[in-house]
């Protein structure tokens, strides 16, 4: 009997301890948040500002001496004015090469700017001396133009108007060979106006003989005819014997390239 009191209690005290030594598990820590790790938003790459567009320069041939520059400023040239055409543009400048009546008709523009500036031959040619102007938007360079018994060289003048994209044109105005043109393929012209009427300037022969020396890129025979109320002789311009020609008739306008 003592035996299995022994045997109940040993059970018993077994039980006790088994109870006593289990508590209460401590709870698993959880595990942390997964964090996203989505990159922040990148900056947006800069964009170059655009350059600023200008026009290209244009060029319009209004008939026997005349003719219209636009710049790439949108500044307008008038040269020699007098033939009858388009003068709506307001003008920044008028050149004029003489003062013959087929030249120098500057009040056919009578649309001007406040600062318009007008250069002849008077301005041009300075006590003997071939004058430049730079003008900002244009240089404008004075050369030898007459030289024959109609046009006194010392009261006549070319011009020579470098734009400032670096388009370069040269007007004869009224003239004969010159001896400053044996020098001016050293200018780099890129459109040369020849007259070459053959009555009061040279011929056609004459004229091609300077486009040989002045060594343009783009020769234009202008001022191809005198005769009143006759501003253009296709004929005659067709007839020039130059390979690099390009014959402009009143009215056409080209865009100028360097």
């Known amino acids: ?38 990159p922040a938003a990148e900056a947006p790459a800069e964009t170059a500002a655009p350059e600023a567009q200008t026009a290209p320069s244009r060029l319009t041939y209004i008939g026997h001496a005349s003719i219209c520059i636009t710049t790439p400023e949108d500044k307008v ?40 500036q007008i250069i002849t031959q008077n301005e041009a040619l300075k006590d003997g001396t071939h004058q430049t102007f730079d003008l900002g938007y244009a240089t404008v360079e004075a050369v030898e ?19 400032s994209d670096g388009s370069r044109i040269y007007v004869s105005g009224d003239t004969s060979k010159t001896e400053q043109m044996a020098k001016m393929s050293d200018m780099n012209i890129d459109y040369a106006f020849l007259c070459c009427d053959g009555n009061y300037n040279m011929d056609l022969l004459e004229a091609a003989e300077c486009a040989a020396l002045i060594n343009a890129g783009v020769i234009v025979p202008y001022h191809t005819i005198v005769q009143e109320g006759v501003y253009f002789s296709y004929e005659q311009a067709d007839a020039f014997p130059v390979e690099n020609k390009m014959i402009l008739e009143p009215g056409d306008e080209i865009e100028l390239h360097k």
């Open 145 to 163: 133009a007459g030289n024959n018994p109609n046009h006194s060289i010392t009261e006549c003048v070319g011009y020579v108007i470098t734009l």
């Open 1 to 38: 009997m003592k035996q299995y009191f022994k045997q109940l209690l040993g059970i018993t005290a077994a039980l006790c301890l088994c109870a006593c030594g289990t508590g209460a598990q401590p709870e698993e820590e959880a595990a942390p948040a997964e964090v996203s790790e989505t």
């Open 77 to 116: 040239i008038y040269i020699d004015p007098y033939a009858p055409g388009d003068y709506s543009a307001p003008a920044d400048l008028i050149l004029v090469t003489h003062d013959h009546y087929d030249h120098n008709n500057v009040d056919m523009v009578s649309e001007r700017n406040e600062d318009c």
